[in-house]
């Protein structure tokens, strides 16, 4: 059974940062692509970034140059620096990876950014 723990969420100002974890379990989560995506009220779920299994990176455009996401395999664990944030970044941040086939998510980490 897979299992993604989200944590880091808040409330932060325009221009301010967060950074946001995701503990995996029940993967050789060395072996597998991770992935952070977004979900802001009335909207679809969007891909945010990911990285590979070999840490390669890659970002949807409205966050490229602001965010960061990176892995630790020692700790199971998948990270998303969120920098020069804006108030159209607010959203429920949701970890994800595929899994024999199947997409596994974490319950999600809410994060709005308002003065």
């Known amino acids: 059974q897979v299992q993604l723990v989200e944590s880091g969420g808040g409330l932060v100002q325009p221009g301010g940062s967060l950074r946001l974890s995701c503990a995996a379990s029940g993967i050789i989560f060395s072996a597998y692509p991770m992935n952070w995506y977004r979900q802001a009220p009335g909207k679809q779920r969007e891909w945010v970034a990911g990285v590979s299994s070999g840490s390669d990176t890659s970002y949807a455009n409205a966050v490229k140059g602001r965010f960061t996401v990176s892995r630790d395999n020692a700790k199971n664990t998948v990270y998303l620096q969120m920098n020069s944030l804006k108030p159209e970044d607010t959203a429920v941040y949701y970890c994800?990876?595929?899994?024999?086939?199947?997409?596994?998510w974490g319950q999600g980490t809410q994060v709005t950014v308002s003065s």
């Open positions: 994800n990876t595929v899994h024999r086939g199947r997409n596994w």
